[in-house]
């Protein structure tokens, strides 16, 4: 069962096709409600929970999928990821440009904001997340209120400037 804050991100994620979620612990609703519209998610973590790892294995299946796209959980860190990403010798093989629409992340701490939007700019794609809801963004940010929850757009998408609005974080 997602949140109704977290179906709201989904609904946001939606018009994307390809995307990135950066530390997805053990709460896969929103990339799981991605995959089950179609869109093909990797999600990363340096530790990922059970409930993570059993949604991409349900994914996963080959006949009679439960969702229509596909979510693969991969461990990796968002620090080195942002310092590897565009090297095509030194990046994972799932982590190519061409591959990703869009990088978010839910309730993303404030020391993970910079080099997640890095990692995103690496990757010439859109960049949004939530914050763990007591911290201000630590990036040039424009905010979208939905039900339940402000998203932070660092990145609008390909070629897209980091911030098209007035709020530019602290």
């Known amino acids: 069962m997602v949140s109704r804050s977290r179906q709201a991100l989904a609904d946001e994620l939606a018009r994307y096709d390809r995307l990135l979620e950066i530390g997805i612990g053990n709460r896969p609703g929103v990339a799981r409600s991605l995959a089950g519209r179609g869109r093909e998610v990797v999600a990363v973590d340096v530790a990922l929970g059970e409930r993570a790892l059993a949604a991409a294995d349900e994914t996963d299946e080959t006949n009679e999928a439960p969702v229509a796209g596909a979510l693969r959980a991969v461990e990796g860190d968002v620090l ?10 030194a990046s994972p093989d799932w982590l190519t440009a061409a591959d990703v629409d869009a990088v ?21 794609a859109a960049c949004l997340f939530t914050t763990l809801g007591f911290e201000e963004p630590t990036v040039p940010v424009r905010r ?17 400037p980091d911030s098209a609005g007035d709020d530019r974080g602290r």
């Open 144 to 160: 979208r209120s939905v039900p339940g929850t402000t998203v932070y757009v660092a990145r609008d998408g390909p070629s897209g």
């Open 80 to 89: 080195a990821l942002a310092e590897r990403a565009g090297d095509e010798a």
């Open 104 to 124: 978010y992340a839910c309730h993303l701490p404030a020391e993970l904001q910079r080099p997640t939007v890095t990692l995103a700019d690496r990757l010439d």
